[in-house]
Nanobody, 129 residues
Framework: VQLVESGGGLVQAGGSLRLSCATP????????MAWYRQAPGKERELVAA???????YYADSVKGRFTISRANALNTLYLQMDSLKPEDTAMYYC????????????????????????WGQGTQGNISS
């Protein structure tokens, strides 16, 4: 299974990037999807998720700055990243969960009930100060 991310690059703080993830239709249809990121020396973290019906979930660190969306007709997932900060520098990964679901836990954070089933190879976002 191939999830293919694109759109990473180098931008200055305060700038924007728009990430895309092309996904096979049999994976995209009816499944929740998400963006994760991993900075050097840190664990991979959930950035944003979206249900098959369009309900969205965001990590506190990106709320109000990032927007996740999906174009069902194109089998494509997006992440619009605005007001970028140097601490947003990371490899960004697209993920699909087959049959799982995202929800907001008791701490108000997005969480996954299920498994991370499919991953892309990642796209690098570098934000300079």
């Amino acid at each position: 299974v191939q999830l293919v991310e694109s759109g990473g690059g180098l931008v200055q703080a305060g700038g924007s990037l728009r990430l895309s993830c092309a996904t096979p239709g049999r994976i995209f249809d009816g499944n929740a999807m998400a963006w994760y990121r991993q900075a050097p020396g840190k664990e991979r973290e959930l950035v944003a998720a979206i249900s098959s019906g369009g309900t969205t979930y965001y990590a506190d660190s990106v709320k109000g700055r990032f927007t996740i969306s999906r174009a069902n007709a194109l089998n494509t997932l997006y992440l619009q990243m605005d007001s970028l900060k140097p601490e947003d520098t990371a490899m960004y990964y697209c993920e699909a969960t087959r049959g799982g679901m995202y929800y907001t836990d008791h701490d108000g954070k997005p969480a996954l009930m299920g498994h991370n089933d499919d991953w892309g190879q990642g796209t690098q976002g570098n934000i300079s100060s």
